[in-house]
């Protein structure tokens, strides 16, 4: 079967591609790769190889996080005795870079404040090793649910689960060491895992979605302390929702960008440009595609206040 | 959430349950308990201040639920905090029963360790503890919640 990009995608995508935009199209056909993250609460690198592997399993170890994997299985990953047990977190590969980015530590007080289903926030937890306070925060009941699972599962002790609209944070009357803001968004680089993503996408929907991702940033710069870190992140591929709220957030919101850098990740840094729009900062921040690592695509960028 | 924080004497006396049910003592020092209507107590680490826990919709870990006669369900999250150094209401159980004990369907046990009909008992296979089931004459009731069980198989009615 024939599977296409929607026309306005295409258009917008070919010009900020150029020749690889071919790279991008190849990937309506492909997978990203299978990736679990050990639950280092629960049991060791080593422990869970070695029980995946006698099950024969085949584990590579993800370039840019060393306890997480790559799988090649028979079996499902989500119907065996250790995902149960809650040893390891199944998430794509990308979205452990938000958080590497962040680089929580033990005794923070963080923020990550539209956290649901859970994929940052329990690798938070991890980080933390489950010392200090992290706040989870969601809007929706359904989805607030399924946090607070997965946060049970990791053996969290040290989360606070909230359900409020986010752009009304401060009512929490607390301030953070460092926020981790991965807002909702278009979704279009997760068009790898699943098409359907695309059918919602318009270029309207993607500023829409822009205007609401700034008043989200403004409302997080007002709880993060005076020379904390904000990491912003997307899983969209587009401009308007990245590189355009990075500018906003350094020109209207005061933050400081630092440059990122993440080791064993094929990445490119922002787009300098896109229209008529330039972006100045771009170039401390990283975006990568779906052809990149054979995940789904992001854009991350560091702030400091 | 709406629950409430033990005190020092609930604490020791929750300790005292799970020492009595599983033979073992559990320290709760770095962890504040708070239980709800429903008898859940959940375990919040001090640095987590109160006044959050209250306005918060979920706080901490489940640890397990007080029941009548003084015993204690345990969440599969609460059976690895004890189970490591518990001598009692243990009940070994092999892969296949196991995997129904995550299907949520009764099981067999292979060996019952200083284990009480009718009360809650770990469920252990190799070195891993799965939550808690009920003992029967002749069969384990599994308590694992709907949303955590996982299904191998469509099975025939």
Not at chain 1, 13 to 19: S, V
Not at chain 1, 142 to 153: I, P, Y
Not at chain 1, 170 to 183: C, N, P, T, W, Y
Not at chain 2, 68 to 84: A, D, P, T
Request: one cysteine or more; proline letters at 3%; glycine letters at 6%.
């Amino acid at each position: 079967m024939k599977i296409e990009f929607p026309s306005g995608f295409r258009k917008k995508f070919k010009e900020i591609l150029g020749d690889e935009f071919q790279l991008l199209e190849s990937c309506l056909y492909k997978k990203p790769k299978e990736c679990i993250r050990v639950n280092t609460i629960k049991i060791t690198k080593e422990e869970l190889r070695e029980r995946l592997e006698n099950k024969g399993w085949k584990l590579e170890e993800v370039p840019w996080y060393e306890n997480a994997f790559f799988v090649e299985t028979e079996e499902s990953v989500a119907k065996t005795k250790e995902f149960f047990l809650g040893y390891y977190y199944i998430q794509d590969a990308a979205s452990l870079v938000p958080v590497l980015v962040l680089d929580p530590k033990p005794g923070e007080i963080i923020l990550d404040a539209c956290a649901s289903p859970g994929s940052k926030t329990t690798f938070i937890v991890e980080l933390m090793k489950n010392e200090g306070l992290i706040i989870a925060n969601d809007i929706s009941p359904k989805r607030v649910k399924a946090l607070s699972f997965n946060l049970q599962k990791i053996g969290a002790t040290n989360a606070i689960v909230t359900m409020m609209d986010a752009r009304k944070i401060k009512k929490l009357e607390m301030r953070f060491d460092k926020i981790l803001l991965d807002v909702p968004c278009s979704s279009s680089g997760t068009f790898i895992s699943s098409f359907s993503v695309l059918e919602f996408w318009s270029q309207h929907v993607v500023e829409r979605l822009s205007n609401l991702q700034k008043q989200l940033l403004k409302a997080a710069v007002e709880v993060l302390k005076e020379d904390g870190i904000l990491v912003y992140s997307t899983c969209s591929l587009d401009p308007e929702e990245n590189e355009e709220n990075m500018e906003y957030a350094i020109k209207k919101l005061g933050l400081k960008p630092e440059t990122i850098e993440v080791k064993g990740l094929k990445y490119r840094r922002g787009l300098e440009s896109y229209g008529k729009k330039i972006f100045e900062n771009a170039k401390h921040a990283i975006r990568f595609f779906p052809f990149d690592n054979q995940t789904e695509g992001f854009f991350v960028c560091k702030l400091r206040k | 959430m709406q629950a409430k924080k033990m005190s020092e004497s609930e604490k020791k006396e929750l300790k005292r349950i799970v020492e009595k049910n599983y033979g073992t003592k559990i320290d709760f020092l770095h962890f504040n308990c708070y239980i709800n209507k429903r008898n859940e107590i959940y375990l919040v680490s001090k640095l987590v201040d109160e006044r959050l826990v209250e306005i918060a919709s979920y706080s901490g870990l489940y640890f397990g639920k007080l029941k009548r006669n003084e015993k204690i369900q345990l969440s599969v999250e609460g059976s690895q905090m004890v189970g490591k150094k518990a001598t009692k209401n243990i009940a070994i159980v092999d892969d296949e029963n196991v995997s129904r004990f995550m299907e949520g369907l009764e099981c067999k046990w292979i060996e019952l360790l200083n284990c009480e009909l009718n009360n809650f008992v770990l469920i252990k296979n190799g070195n891993d503890f799965f939550g808690t089931g009920i003992l029967r004459e002749d069969k384990i009731e599994s308590l694992v919640p709907k949303a955590r069980r996982i299904m191998r198989s469509i099975r025939k009615v």
